[in-house]
């Protein structure tokens, strides 16, 4: 759940900075930098994917025997995910 809720706040950051009021109000100023920082690294796009396939594996991990692989799984896809794309 703190997963999914980081990368909510990074998306909504990332759709529109006018957003902050809402994401900081439980975040510490240091964490709030790192926040914009890390919302500036990725599109929005690859950021909604995170989020769609993190809310797809948490019922998943709640639903198998294997909850820690399901987890490992949904980390290497979010690698692939937010890799850079090589030109």
């Known amino acids: 759940a703190l997963l999914?809720?980081?990368f909510r706040k990074l998306l909504l950051m990332r759709v529109d900075e006018n957003l902050e009021k809402i994401v900081a109000k439980d975040l510490s100023p240091d964490h709030l930098t790192t926040l914009k920082k890390h919302a500036?690294?990725?599109?929005a796009q690859a950021l909604l994917k995170?989020?769609?396939l993190l809310l797809d594996k948490e019922l998943d991990m709640k639903r198998t025997g294997f909850?820690?692989?399901a987890f490992e799984l949904a980390i290497v896809e979010m690698g692939e995910i937010l890799k850079p794309k090589v030109i």
């Open 50 to 52: 995170v989020e769609a």
């Open 40 to 43: 500036s690294l990725s599109s």
């Open 4 to 6: 999914t809720d980081w």
């Open 67 to 69: 909850p820690r692989l």
